[in-house]
């Protein structure tokens, strides 16, 4: 039994847009939104958590290159 009703294609539009605008870091996805928003705030916390490790990374390197 599925609990989410299937999207048109600019409702998936509307709920991908809502998960970018409505997105923060370190946010505990809420399951009972909707599957479409609960992937895009995944890709989001996937990306950002990618990001933050890169940065450290790179600071670690400057930091070491500057000793």
Same mark, same amino acid.
């Given at each position: *039994?599925?609990?989410?009703?299937? @999207?048109?294609?600019?409702?998936?539009?509307?709920?991908?847009?809502?998960? @970018?605008?409505?997105?923060?870091?370190?946010?505990?996805?809420?399951?009972?939104?909707?599957?479409?928003?609960?992937?895009?705030?995944?890709? @989001?916390?996937?990306?950002?958590?990618?990001?933050?490790?890169?940065? *450290?990374?790179?600071?670690?390197?400057?930091?070491?290159?500057?000793?």
């Amino acid at each position: *039994m599925q609990i989410w009703r299937e @999207l048109k294609p600019e409702e998936v539009k509307e709920f991908t847009q809502w998960a @970018l605008d409505n997105w923060k870091p370190d946010t505990e996805i809420n399951n009972v939104w909707h599957p479409v928003v609960r992937s895009t705030w995944g890709k @989001l916390d996937e990306a950002f958590a990618t990001a933050k490790r890169q940065i *450290m990374a790179d600071c670690k390197d400057m930091s070491e290159a500057a000793a």
